[in-house]
């Protein structure tokens, strides 16, 4: 059987995951076929069998793995002798680090920035619940509204103040002021600018794991919003169109241009 | 064959240029023990004129010298390919760039502002009128950093999260082993240490229990080392 991923999608079978797409490079990286499975917001019977109700998850034969880095890992250590996403043991702790850096800082800079755009890309009849359950989990009075439902580890809003400010209260508000919020975002990523700006890719030569982990943000973003996230003569810039131009140009023939 | 590393010194020998102390960190990590640290000072840099600029730390390794601690790093790599590995692989080597860039966000000017004053105190005496004019002229008066520091050091915390969640998952940068990346980011830490009381982290904090491992590698290498007291 062919390995399936699980993805979550919205209008379209537009992919609305930015962890998903770092499961799509990784399988891409390891040279391995596989299916891509659209999931929508409210279509969680359909991943039942994972007994849990986050996506990525992959089913590879009777393996079943959850949480984009546990897919990283699962492939790195099932598919050896295909290329490494890692580079060894320091690199892959390494990765970890960067991996979270790209969960609590980029990402949650990210979706405010185009959070109301994405809400014109799922599903009409899950606009509603996305409406709900983004502006209880990201408003500014969000610290009040969460009630111990399960939410997505890496979904957790950092502190109020924290990466690029508290995020407003409705859709709307927390990405009407993207235009000035940008600066700060762009500022966020300098990590990432001073590395592109002296090699290739963060892992050097070669992309890896760490690339991935960085780009599923930037690709996520643009599957749903024309926002111009970075200057063209910002060396991440030229990074991210390296990383595009993978994969047969994956990224370049995914949602807008940019 | 003989191993100095020219170090930045400060008042009462208290040695804690962060940078050095990557290169430090490394020296012990690959098993060389035996080499001269030599401090240098900022109103004299002759011992490192060799080396035809005027930044420590310098690595001086028989009849060959490398300076910048990223280039020490990657000398030392290189040359003891059979000791503990510091980056592993070419991957493990590039990525740890972006844990460096990471850490001198960290740094700058967050950290800087916190601890400019301990800082100062620390410079060795005659180093002080230099120190301040050359601080001055990027930070304005250095009086201004008197103040109380808690809510900076409290935003400061903030940024620590990316780190705090990877500590929480494994023991070291370096995943189970530390690595040169661990170096990287400790030497901040360090340099806190050694010129200030304050109390950066919580001891609840996963970054604390990461610290604590650091100071006691190489039979409490880092902890023994001159510091103030808390």
Request: aromatic share 12%; glycine share 8%; hydrophobic share 40%.
């Given at each position: 059987?062919v ?38 917001f ?65 990402i ?48 957790v ?57 960085v ?44 | ?21 990557r ?37 001086v ?19 003891y ?11 493990g ?20 502002a916190?601890?400019?004053w301990?800082?100062?105190?620390h ?55 530390p690595?040169?990346?661990d ?20 001891t ?27």
């Amino acid at each position: 059987m062919v390995i399936q991923l699980y993805e979550l999608a919205g209008k379209g079978d537009v992919k609305l995951s930015p962890h998903c797409w770092k499961s799509v490079y990784a399988l891409s990286h390891k040279q391995l076929a596989f299916e891509r499975v659209g999931v929508k917001f409210l279509e969680k019977e359909r991943i039942a069998f994972s007994g849990q109700k986050l996506m990525p998850i992959l089913r590879d034969g009777e393996s079943v793995v959850c949480d984009s880095w546990a897919i990283a890992r699962y492939l790195e250590q099932t598919y050896p002798e295909r290329p490494s996403l890692f580079g060894g043991a320091i690199g892959m702790g390494e990765t970890r680090f960067i991996n979270d850096w790209t969960n609590k800082v980029q990402i949650f800079a990210f979706r405010r920035l185009f959070i109301r755009d994405a809400y014109d890309h799922v599903d009409p009849e899950e606009q509603a619940h996305y409406r709900a359950t983004r502006e209880a989990r990201f408003s500014q009075s969000q610290e009040q509204v969460r009630s111990g439902r399960p939410v997505n580890k890496n979904d957790v809003a950092p502190p109020e103040d924290g990466y690029g400010g508290a995020y407003g209260n409705t859709l709307e508000e927390m990405q009407a002021d993207r235009d000035t919020r940008i600066h700060e975002v762009r500022r966020l990523l300098e990590p990432v600018r001073v590395v592109a700006a002296s090699q290739p890719y963060l892992a050097g030569g070669q992309p890896g794991y760490a690339d991935y982990s960085v780009l599923g943000p930037f690709i996520w973003a643009k599957s749903v919003s024309r926002f111009r996230l970075l200057e063209a003569d910002d060396p991440i810039h030229a990074w991210r169109d390296r990383m595009f131009r993978l994969f047969d140009g994956l990224g370049h023939a995914t949602g807008h241009p940019v | 064959m003989a191993i100095t590393l020219y170090e930045l010194g400060g008042d009462q020998d208290y040695r804690y240029c962060p940078f050095c102390w990557r290169s430090l960190m490394a020296l012990r990590h690959k098993g060389l023990h035996d080499f001269k640290r030599v401090p240098v000072y900022y109103r004299d840099r002759s011992p490192i004129a060799f080396s035809g600029q005027d930044r420590v730390p310098v690595l001086v390794d028989g009849d060959r010298w490398v300076n910048d601690s990223w280039d020490i790093a990657c000398y030392l790599e290189d040359t003891y390919p059979d000791r503990a590995p510091l980056f592993g692989t070419d991957s493990g080597r590039s990525q740890a760039r972006f844990i460096s860039a990471w850490t001198l966000e960290l740094q700058r000017p967050a950290l800087t502002a916190i601890l400019m004053w301990d800082a100062f105190e620390h410079v060795d005496p005659a180093d002080r009128a230099w120190w301040r004019a050359d601080r001055e002229k990027r930070f304005g008066k250095l009086e201004s950093y008197r103040g109380d520091r808690q809510d900076k050091v409290v935003a400061w915390r903030k940024l620590l999260e990316p780190l705090r969640v990877t500590l929480g998952e494994q023991a070291f940068l370096g995943g189970e082993s530390p690595a040169y990346a661990d170096y990287i980011v400790f030497g901040s830490f360090q340099w806190a240490r050694c010129i200030s009381r304050l109390e950066l982290l919580e001891t609840s904090d996963p970054v604390y229990a990461w610290r604590e491992r650091l100071l006691d590698l190489f039979d409490g290498f880092a902890r023994s080392a001159p510091h103030v007291a808390t």
